[in-house]
């Protein structure tokens, strides 16, 4: 019998995902997979390679916070958008086989890379290599800008919506009813704490909102999958769908659970810079976005490495939000989870510890 979801883990690994569409993208310490459900019910997986930053900011306390989440959400565009091809992907006709009906999903093992230099798929039984794709001449420059330039305007598109976006409205709600007028500081904190509220309903909303679509709702279902995978890792557990399917698709070493430390933060930091002008408002706040991300990275890496009650109140609303964004999976999807999460297992064992 698998262990309850309450139980004890006995280790945290640092090992993490990404849902796409119809998959999970894994990042092991040493290698990242992407786990896709093709139409034809076969599994794809592919090895997504990516150098680590060479930046001394990538170790600095603080400082890494933001390098790494550019880093992530890069590789984390590219394996969206590999996602979506797959699904776009028309099967191979070939001659009829006279086969026995497959009962497992079969991984299809290739190799991206999400730099500059192009890697040669690696030889093995299991690769099936495409004619279409390598007779196309390679667009390295191109494909590489693609993908910075996605990332960044993912970024700016969730500044604008989830940081300037409120300071425009509480400012606008200043002029119409002023907000702490004569109290200065306090006046000033209480202005933040509204932009804060409006913040978090923006965020809260949106997700809301898109989780009724039924692809985002599939997304979310995997997402759950990822959870409940890494918490079977994480109790020792053969990965199994029997031994997964208990777990809780909630996890507290969630992605979700940095962006509310992020908007926590932000309320803080934000305070301290005063309230001014619309526009020196909105330069302020982009000017601060780095080090609201780093300090809340060092936040959240604090909370993953202890247990106690400080760390779990830390975690407490990114589990609440976690019952809109990560669902319970079907069995079809734990198998993605497992291609995915078996790829970025290292081979040395503790090297994924948190």
Known sequence: MAKEETGQATKRTAIGGQAVLEGLMMMGPDKI?????????????????????????????????????????VIGVKALLRSADLMEEEPETEEPETEEPQTEPIPV???????????????????????????????????????????????LLGVGLFILLPNLITG?????????????????VLKNLIEGAFRILLFVGYVALTSRQKDIRRVWMYHG???????????????????????????????????????????????????HSAIINLLIRLALVPLVAGIAYEIIRWAGRHDNALSRLVSLPGLAMQRLTAKEPDDDMIEV?????KAVIPEQSGRDEW
């Open 33 to 73: 997979a992407l786990a896709v459900r093709l139409p034809d019910g076969s599994i794809s997986l592919e090895y997504l390679s990516a150098d680590k930053p060479a930046s001394r900011a990538a170790a600095v306390p603080v400082l890494r916070g933001g390098v790494r989440l550019f880093r992530q959400l």
């Open 109 to 155: 093992e290739t190799e991206l890379d999400v730099t500059d230099e192009a890697e040669p798929l690696a030889d093995s039984a299991d690769v099936v290599p495409s004619d279409e794709k390598a007779s196309k001449p390679p667009k390295k420059d191109s494909g590489s800008a693609m993908l910075y330039a996605s990332a960044a305007l993912g970024i």
């Open 172 to 188: 606008l709600l200043n002029r119409v009813l002023p907000i702490g007028e004569g109290y200065g500081f306090g006046g000033t």
């Open 225 to 275: 999958a990822e959870h409940k995978t890494i918490a079977c890792y994480e109790h020792d557990l053969p990965l199994t769908v029997e031994n997964i399917r208990p777990f809780s698709p909630r996890h507290p070493r969630c992605g979700t659970s940095s962006l509310f430390v992020v908007m926590l933060i932000s309320i803080l930091l934000f305070a301290f810079a005063g309230w």
């Open 337 to 341: 989870a497992i291609e995915a999460m």
